[in-house]
């Protein structure tokens, strides 16, 4: 299974990252998530600092392009195999830093990846 950190992770039921979070552990991923504020989703405490790991094999993106700035190191250093960038998180800079360090990098819904056994 994929190790996915959900950046933009939420407590809020009407979030899509909190379906996602739920979703991604449903399908048997684990799942780091990463948020703003504290709380809990899926069972799992949502992290606001950033925590290191060296396994990640995908990162979903619930945060817009114009909040991402402050986190490209920390996405880029993970060392992620894959940026997934949900509906309305595309931006061109961070998937042309991913791809010059030779990360993956993907336009797609996470929720439908999942949905249609494509994640």
Known sequence: MK????????????RYSYRAVHM??????EVLPVGIRKGQ?????????RPESSDI????????????????????DLKPRRIL?????????LERLAHERGILTEEACTLVLLSIGQY
């Open 24 to 29: 991604l552990k449903n399908h048997g991923h």
């Open 57 to 76: 094999d995908t990162v979903t993106l619930y945060v817009g392009p114009q909040n991402q700035p402050g986190w490209y190191d920390y996405i880029l």
């Open 3 to 14: 190790k996915t950190l959900v950046l933009g992770a939420s407590d809020n039921p009407a």
């Open 41 to 49: 989703v899926a069972g799992l405490n949502i992290h606001t600092d």
């Open 85 to 93: 960038f949900n509906p309305g998180t595309e931006n061109p800079e």
